[in-house]
């Protein structure tokens, strides 16, 4: 772009305005992880690597491991997305293709507004319904039959891992459901039209356009999904029960990265504790990094792929 | 644009008002700390700011560790805590510091249990034993031999403790240290510690949720939240062997219990404190302020407000379920105040 002089002036001054802002954004980013590091530096001295695959949380003998806080957020992020992603594509599908007019708007404005409910309301839903629900209609039958499953073990006591996946799914669901939305809404209605018309059936139809189209799209909605899953701090802390071990079943309590820094970082004193803190926050920091990243990596090569095949 | 520019001076004009007038605003005393005593000062403050428009202040309640940071720090003018500075966290102080007693509380074991009434009678063994995973069912002998008037069911018994850090927790691990070797050994005491069994609720009112809604279960919760809350709370044994259920005066009977051998610095638990009335799971909490005050105003204008809160401000703590220091502890608390100095001059 040629730049003259006189009235590019002020173009000039748009450009470096706003190409500050642009900077102050990754300033932050830089300036977050820094921090992060700086404050995590005497626990990563004192326990290195092993931080990362030991199981002890010991605030009295200053003996830290992030292990089972990992694991609680990978597992519980994980069931949440398992939960929600068939229900919210199909729940998507069905506002889209089949639902009645007068529907449409009521069921997509109530799955936008369970998103604008602040965490600690669902965190409260959990503990007084949520818990004591799944806790004697699934948990305690389950134990009963399937108790030699290792992910049914007993003994029952409502906090849960699966209370805390059970909940996140319902949390992440109306992000699913309205990209989902948006994305199946994109297909061409002549491409729809087109396989309907040479006799193919409306399951073959959405099979068809879904698997060409929507596939980035709703894996990018799954990845917004999973990002809030894995931070989400207060409804999770409410109902998995803060239990600092990894134990395979899924009725056993559990605990949460963003948990245990919220519950524990007021009162820290010793030194190592709250640098042990700090190093969970700059792990989970890392981790939806990485997340997005790869999610940004993969998505690229769906969308090459997709155009390719049309 | 004559009109922005008319509303512009308009709001230049209303800041500068509104700053004259914060200029000539009372002298305003900054705190921060602890969480449980929070209701109380916050009643304090209003009263005490009512009846001495100069002072005004102004709290955070962040947590004792928080407020303990901060005085060390000399950011806030006085902290507040429930657990006593350390050895070691006293060394990064910049001068001497008074620990100033100013309530008491009581930390009190609830339960859920169908057909089992309020004041199930616990040992200390028997709670310890039942925060240490060693005793699991509500009909085990140990706990049946103590409650022989009812009939105690057979049910796993589910253990429910904080999850965040708390003085509460502190208060609590250290009662659980100083009657059991045991616990002493493998747990230890702390605002948050490594427990061995059990599921944790973030807050009092975590734990308290854990417990109405888990049929068999046991925690431990201010006694304020537990009687707000009607919940079933357990009678313990004493050091002197009476079973005491939790109340105010059975709080204050401890702190007198220990007037005799409180030491001047008022750094002491009163877990297990002698006395027959004693509730052996209370302990104080104090607010933090410097020997020397670096601003003769404020210093002056602090000691003043102490002074208020032993005499005045006690008649205020058993309406908001605080537990009121005994007459021994705040004549020995007076004389404390006598210390706060400015340049070598007392302040009282």
Same mark, same amino acid.
């Given at each position: 772009?040629?730049?003259?002089?006189?009235?590019?002036?002020? $173009?000039?001054?748009?450009?470096?305005?706003?190409?500050?802002?642009?900077?102050?954004?990754?300033?932050?980013?830089?300036?977050?992880?820094?921090?992060?590091?700086?404050?995590?530096?005497?626990?990563?001295?004192?326990?290195?690597?092993?931080?990362?695959?030991?199981?002890?949380?010991?605030?009295?003998?200053?003996?830290?491991?992030?292990?089972?806080?990992?694991?609680? @957020?990978?597992?519980?992020?994980?069931?949440?997305?398992?939960?929600?992603?068939?229900?919210?594509?199909?729940?998507?599908?069905?506002?889209?293709?089949?639902?009645?007019?007068?529907?449409? @708007? =009521?069921?997509?404005?109530?799955?936008?507004?369970?998103?604008?409910?602040?965490?600690?309301?669902?965190?409260?839903?959990?503990?007084?319904?949520?818990?004591?629900?799944?806790?004697?209609?699934?948990?305690? =039958?389950? @134990?009963?039959?399937?108790?030699?499953?290792?992910?049914?073990?007993?003994?029952? !006591?409502?906090?849960?891992?699966?209370?805390?996946?059970?909940?996140?799914?319902?949390?992440?669901?109306?992000?699913?459901?309205?990209?989902?939305?948006?994305?199946?809404?994109?297909?061409?209605?002549?491409?729809?039209?087109?396989?309907?018309?040479?006799?193919?059936?409306?399951?073959?139809?959405?099979?068809?356009?879904?698997?060409?189209?929507?596939?980035?799209?709703?894996?990018?909605?799954?990845?917004?999904?999973?990002?809030?899953?894995?931070?989400?701090?207060?409804?999770?802390?409410?109902?998995?029960?803060?239990?600092?071990?990894?134990?395979?079943?899924?009725?056993?309590?559990? !605990?949460?990265?963003?948990?245990?820094?919220?519950?524990?970082?007021?009162?820290?004193?010793? $030194?190592?504790?709250?640098?042990?803190?700090?190093?969970?926050?700059?792990?989970?920091?890392?981790?939806?990094?990485?997340?997005?990243?790869?999610?940004?990596?993969?998505?690229?090569?769906?969308?090459?792929?997709?155009?390719?095949?049309? | 644009?004559?009109?922005?520019?008319?509303?512009?001076?308009?709001?230049?004009?209303?800041?500068?008002?509104?700053?004259?007038?914060?200029?000539?605003?009372?002298?305003?005393?900054?705190?921060?700390?602890?969480?449980?005593?929070?209701?109380?000062?916050?009643?304090?403050?209003?009263?005490?700011?009512?009846?001495?428009?100069?002072?005004?202040?102004?709290?955070?309640?962040?947590?004792?560790?928080?407020?303990?940071?901060?005085?060390?720090?000399?950011?806030?003018?006085?902290?507040?805590?429930?657990?006593?500075?350390?050895?070691?966290?006293?060394?990064?102080?910049?001068?001497?510091?008074?620990?100033?007693?100013?309530?008491?509380?009581?930390?009190?074991?609830?339960?859920?249990?169908?057909?089992?009434?309020?004041?199930? +009678?616990?040992?200390?063994?028997?709670?310890?034993?039942?925060?240490?995973?060693?005793?699991?069912?509500?009909?085990?002998?140990?706990?049946?031999?103590?409650?022989?008037?009812?009939?105690?069911?057979?049910?796993?018994?589910?253990?429910?403790?904080?999850?965040?850090?708390?003085?509460?927790?502190?208060?609590?691990?250290?009662?659980?240290?100083?009657?059991?070797?045991?616990?002493?050994?493998?747990?230890?005491?702390?605002?948050?510690?490594?427990?061995?069994?059990?599921?944790?609720?973030?807050?009092?009112?975590?734990?308290?949720?854990?417990?109405?809604?888990?049929?068999?279960?046991?925690?431990?919760?201010?006694?304020?939240?537990?009687?707000?809350?009607?919940?079933?709370?357990?009678?313990?044994?004493?050091?002197?062997?009476?079973?005491?259920?939790?109340?105010?005066?059975?709080?204050?009977?401890?702190?007198?219990?220990?007037?005799?051998?409180?030491?001047?610095?008022?750094?002491?638990?009163?877990?297990?404190?002698?006395?027959?009335?004693?509730?052996?799971?209370?302990?104080?909490?104090?607010?933090?302020?410097?020997?020397?005050?670096?601003?003769?105003?404020?210093?002056?204008?602090?000691?003043?407000?102490?002074?208020?809160?032993?005499?005045?401000?006690?008649?205020?703590?058993?309406?908001?379920?605080?537990?009121?220091?005994? +007459?021994?502890?705040?004549?020995?608390?007076?004389?404390?105040?006598?210390?706060?100095?400015?340049?070598?001059?007392?302040?009282?």
């Amino acid at each position: 772009m040629a730049r003259k002089t006189g009235e590019n002036i002020k $173009d000039l001054v748009f450009e470096r305005t706003t190409g500050a802002f642009a900077f102050l954004v990754l300033f932050l980013a830089v300036l977050l992880f820094a921090v992060l590091l700086r404050e995590s530096l005497p626990a990563l001295r004192k326990f290195g690597a092993a931080f990362l695959v030991t199981g002890t949380w010991d605030p009295v003998l200053e003996k830290f491991g992030a292990l089972p806080f990992i694991y609680g @957020t990978v597992i519980s992020s994980f069931l949440a997305i398992l939960i929600a992603l068939p229900l919210s594509v199909g729940a998507a599908i069905f506002i889209n293709e089949f639902a009645p007019p007068w529907m449409k @708007t =009521p069921v997509s404005f109530l799955a936008e507004l369970l998103a604008a409910i602040p965490s600690v309301i669902y965190g409260l839903w959990g503990i007084f319904v949520l818990v004591p629900v799944l806790r004697d209609v699934l948990m305690k =039958p389950a @134990t009963k039959y399937l108790g030699w499953v290792p992910l049914f073990k007993g003994p029952v !006591y409502g906090p849960s891992m699966l209370a805390a996946g059970v909940l996140l799914s319902i949390m992440i669901i109306p992000f699913i459901l309205s990209v989902s939305r948006e994305v199946l809404a994109t297909v061409p209605q002549r491409q729809k039209e087109a396989v309907l018309s040479l006799g193919g059936t409306r399951w073959e139809m959405l099979r068809i356009v879904i698997g060409q189209h929507c596939i980035p799209g709703i894996f990018g909605a799954t990845i917004l999904g999973l990002g809030r899953a894995l931070g989400e701090t207060m409804a999770v802390t409410m109902v998995i029960g803060n239990r600092p071990e990894a134990l395979l079943s899924l009725f056993q309590p559990g !605990y949460s990265m963003a948990a245990v820094i919220a519950n524990e970082f007021t009162e820290a004193v010793g $030194d190592v504790h709250l640098s042990s803190l700090v190093l969970i926050g700059l792990i989970l920091f890392a981790m939806t990094f990485a997340v997005n990243l790869a999610a940004k990596a993969i998505l690229t090569k769906m969308v090459a792929r997709a155009s390719r095949g049309i | 644009m004559k009109k922005i520019y008319g509303v512009l001076a308009g709001v230049l004009a209303t800041i500068v008002v509104v700053s004259f007038a914060f200029a000539a605003d009372p002298l305003t005393i900054n705190g921060a700390g602890a969480t449980f005593p929070y209701p109380l000062y916050s009643k304090w403050f209003y009263e005490y700011s009512n009846a001495n428009p100069g002072v005004r202040f102004n709290y955070q309640s962040i947590g004792s560790g928080g407020g303990i940071k901060q005085i060390t720090a000399g950011t806030v003018n006085f902290g507040a805590t429930d657990a006593p500075m350390t050895e070691e966290s006293m060394k990064k102080l910049p001068g001497p510091i008074l620990h100033i007693p100013t309530a008491l509380g009581a930390v009190v074991p609830v339960y859920n249990l169908d057909g089992v009434p309020a004041g199930l +009678k616990l040992t200390p063994d028997v709670l310890a034993g039942i925060y240490l995973g060693k005793i699991t069912r509500w009909n085990d002998p140990k706990i049946a031999e103590l409650n022989k008037t009812v009939t105690m069911p057979n049910a796993d018994i589910v253990v429910a403790h904080r999850s965040d850090g708390s003085g509460t927790t502190d208060i609590f691990t250290n009662y659980l240290a100083t009657v059991n070797t045991e616990w002493r050994a493998k747990v230890g005491r702390g605002p948050s510690v490594n427990w061995p069994v059990g599921i944790g609720g973030k807050g009092n009112e975590g734990v308290a949720g854990v417990v109405k809604q888990t049929p068999g279960a046991i925690g431990y919760v201010e006694l304020a939240y537990a009687k707000q809350n009607r919940m079933k709370v357990a009678s313990l044994r004493n050091k002197e062997g009476h079973f005491v259920t939790p109340t105010l005066e059975a709080t204050s009977a401890a702190a007198a219990g220990m007037a005799k051998s409180m030491p001047d610095d008022f750094r002491v638990s009163l877990v297990d404190a002698p006395g027959k009335k004693s509730w052996p799971i209370s302990g104080l909490t104090w607010i933090l302020v410097y020997k020397d005050q670096k601003d003769e105003a404020r210093g002056k204008a602090i000691v003043q407000f102490l002074k208020w809160a032993i005499r005045d401000g006690q008649k205020m703590e058993a309406a908001l379920d605080y537990a009121a220091l005994p +007459k021994p502890v705040v004549e020995k608390v007076d004389k404390a105040l006598r210390q706060i100095s400015f340049r070598g001059k007392s302040l009282y």
